[in-house]
Nanobody, 126 residues
Framework: QVQLVESGGGLVQPGGSLRLSCAASGFTLDAYAIAWFRQAPGKEREGVSWIRSDGADTYYKDSVKGRFTISRDNAKNTVYLQMNSLKPEDTAVYYC???????????????????WGQGTQVTVSS
């Protein structure tokens, strides 16, 4: 069955870095775009970054541009999110999700994704 498993979250000080991983199984990863979302307490889930199936195109939420980098290694069935210069407002549960297709201009909205991981907590605090 399709599975997405996130890892790499944790507690980090402001200005620090983390690399999240999303391990995919049960489907052919290189046939799908993947996105990272996050959800903070009391807030809606929001799209953070998106990467095309071959890695040739990426999108980012404005507030993470220049700090976060999405990448993928299809041979390892894994998608990554490198997060640098972390801020307290980046604190959230981070999820990876498989893109089911649709209007790419709406990539940051959750309804075009058909499978989700269980999430990994990222806490940025001193």
């Amino acid at each position: 069955q399709v599975q997405l498993v996130e890892s790499g979250g944790g507690l980090v000080q402001p200005g620090g870095s983390l690399r999240l991983s999303c391990a995919a199984s049960g489907f052919t990863l290189d046939a799908y775009a993947i996105a990272w979302f996050r959800q903070a307490p009391g807030k809606e889930r929001e799209g953070v970054s998106w990467i095309r199936s071959d890695g040739a195109d990426t999108y980012y939420k404005d507030s993470v541009k220049g700090r976060f980098t999405i990448s993928r290694d299809n041979a390892k069935n894994t998608v990554y999110l490198q997060m640098n210069s972390l801020k307290p407002e980046d604190t959230a549960v981070y999820y990876c999700a498989r893109y089911g297709g649709g209007d790419i201009n709406a990539w940051a909205l959750a309804y075009d994704y058909d499978f989700w991981g269980q999430g990994t907590q990222v806490t940025v605090s001193s």
